[in-house]
C-alpha cells in the first residue's frame, strides 16, 4: 500500500491513493461525513458518502475520534469552489488506533494547560505553521553562510570557563572531581577556527542560567554564530544586515499559507531590506531620555547602563526595519569586545533590534586583538586565566582583527512570526520553571 502525502495531492488528482495519517477533525451531515486528516505535510478534508461505500468503511468514519490515527484511500479533486484547494472522496478508512477523548480540543485553555500538553499542542495548526516556519529559517541560516564560503566547524557544549561570566552557568560533574559548565555561546571556539578557515559559524544548543520569567528568555535555545578574521565592526554590522535580509525573503518565498495561518502582516516584513539604520548608544541614550521626557517611558535612562527590554522595545518601534545599536559602554559588555580607538570606553559592539518592539536578535562586534589587553580585561572580570591559555595563544601566534555576532533563533521566529511569546518557537521549551514534557 503505497503512501502519497497530502503535499502532494496536486500531483495525483483522479488517481486511487493512500494517505496515512491522524484525523484532525470531522463533521457529518445526514449521510455525508467530513474527515480532516493530517499527515505532518498537511490537512485535506475527506468526503465519504454513505450510498458509495461499505458498512464497514461508513461505521469506521462514525466512530472515529479526533487524532486517531488513520488509513484512508480514496481519490482527491480540486474544489468545486476553491481554486488550488483539493478534497478527497474516501472508499476506505482503517482504523489505526482509536483515541479516547483528546485533551486537546478546539475550545480554549490556559497557556499552562497548553504547555502541560505541549507534545499534543504541537499537532494544533497554529504549531505547526510556526514550527514550519522555524524549519526555513534554519535552513536558511545554513544556506546563507554555506553559500558565502563560510565553514561549519562544531563547537563543544561542555566548557571549563564561561564565556561572558559565571552566573548564568549551568554546572555539572565532570570526571575525576573536575567541574564543567554548558555552553552559553562557541564564540571563543570560533575565534580559533577563524584563524584557520576564516570564515566560520557554529550552530547548535546554548544554555544559560539566568532566572528570567520574560516572553523572550528561555534557558536552553539555539543559537548561529559566525566569526570573521580580519572583520572589523562595519564588516560584522554589513553581514548581520545581509544575513536577516536573507532569512526574512526566504521566509517570504516559501512559507506564505503558514504566514498566513498565524495572521501575519507581511508587509512588515517585505520592508526588511539593506540598509538597515545604524544609532550609535550615545544617540539612543538620548532617545531614551526623551521618551521618558514625554512619558512614553516609565524610567529614565541613565548613560552608562545595559539597554533592558523596554528600552529595546521602544527603540525597534521607532522603526520599520531592524536598527543596529552600536559602540555601547565597554563596562556593560562582555571582556573581549575590542574598545573603540577613538573612545577606549565605548566597545566596538553591536546589537540589531527587531522592529515593532521585538527588541534584540543579534549580538556582536569585533573581538580584543592584544594580547596584553585581553589578559588585563579578564583579571578585571574575575575570571581565571588558566581557563582561558588557549583563548589568549590566539593573540599570540598570527593575532588580526575579527568579529561575529551570534543570533538566537528562537527570537528570530518569535519575531518572523508576529508572536508574542518565545514558549512557542521551540518544540519543548525550558524555561526557569518548566522542564517537562
Not at 70 to 79: A, D, K, L, N, S
Not at 351 to 375: K, N, T, W
Amino acid at each position: 500500500m503505497k503512501q502519497t502525502y497530502i503535499s502532494d495531492i496536486s500531483k495525483h488528482l483522479g488517481e486511487e491513493i493512500t494517505i496515512k495519517g491522524w484525523l484532525y477533525n470531522k463533521r457529518s451531515s445526514g449521510k455525508l461525513g467530513f474527515l480532516e486528516v493530517r499527515d505532518g505535510s498537511g490537512i485535506i478534508q475527506g468526503v465519504v458518502s454513505k450510498k458509495d461505500v461499505t458498512d464497514e468503511t461508513w461505521e469506521s468514519t462514525e466512530r472515529v475520534t479526533q487524532e486517531s490515527s488513520i488509513i484512508v484511500t480514496g481519490v482527491p479533486r480540486e474544489h468545486p469552489k476553491k481554486p488550488g484547494v483539493y478534497e478527497m472522496d474516501i472508499k476506505t478508512v482503517e482504523i489505526v488506533n482509536l483515541t479516547g477523548e483528546y485533551p486537546i480540543t478546539p475550545k480554549e485553555h490556559g497557556v499552562e494547560f497548553l504547555m502541560d500538553h505541549r507534545h499534543l499542542w504541537l499537532r494544533s495548526r497554529r504549531q505547526h505553521a510556526i514550527l514550519k516556519v522555524r524549519h526555513t529559517i534554519i535552513k536558511s541560516v545554513r544556506d546563507f553562510f554555506d553559500n558565502n564560503g563560510f565553514t561549519l566547524c562544531d563547537t563543544p557544549i561542555f566548557t571549563p570557563a564561561a564565556c561572558e561570566g559565571t552566573s548564568t552557568l549551568f554546572e555539572v560533574d565532570y570526571f575525576d572531581d573536575e567541574k564543567a559548565y554548558l555552553s552559553q555561546s562557541g564564540q571563543l571556539y570560533n575565534e580559533a577556527t577563524a584563524a584557520a578557515f576564516g570564515k566560520v559559524y557554529c550552530f547548535g544548543p546554548t544554555f544559560r542560567a539566568e532566572k528570567s520569567k520574560t516572553r523572550r528568555h528561555l534557558t536552553e535555545f539555539w543559537m548561529v554564530e559566525p566569526e570573521v578574521a580580519y572583520a572589523k565592526l562595519d564588516d560584522v554590522m554589513e553581514l548581520a544586515e545581509n544575513f536577516i535580509s536573507y532569512i526574512v525573503s526566504r521566509v517570504l518565498e516559501t512559507r506564505q499559507e503558514e504566514l498566513k495561518i498565524l495572521e501575519r502582516d507581511i508587509s512588515k516584513l517585505e520592508a526588511i531590506v539593506p540598509p538597515f539604520p545604524r544609532l550609535q548608544y550615545d544617540d539612543a541614550a538620548k532617545m531614551l531620555q526623551q521618551a521618558h521626557a514625554e512619558g512614553k517611558l516609565e524610567n529614565r535612562f541613565e548613560w552608562g547602563g545595559d539597554l533592558g527590554a523596554p528600552d529595546e522595545t521602544y527603540i525597534s518601534s521607532q522603526y520599520d526595519k531592524p536598527v543596529m545599536v552600536h559602540r555601547y559602554p565597554a563596562e556593560v559588555k562582555a571582556f573581549y569586545m575590542e574598545p573603540d580607538p577613538q573612545r577606549p570606553d565605548l566597545a566596538l559592539c553591536v546589537d540589531v533590534l527587531a522592529p515593532e518592539g521585538y527588541g534584540e536578535v543579534i549580538g556582536g562586534g569585533e573581538r580584543m586583538s592584544s594580547h596584553e589587553l585581553l589578559l588585563q580585561r579578564i583579571h578585571e572580570h574575575n575570571l581565571p586565566p588558566e581557563a582561558f591559555d588557549w583563548y589568549l595563544d590566539l593573540r599570540k601566534y598570527g593575532s588580526v582583527p575579527h568579529g561575529g555576532f551570534g543570533m538566537g533563533i528562537e527570537r528570530c521566529v518569535t519575531w518572523l512570526c508576529g508572536i508574542d511569546h518565545v514558549r512557542e518557537t521551540i518544540p519543548f521549551p525550558r524555561m526557569l520553571y518548566r522542564l517537562k514534557p
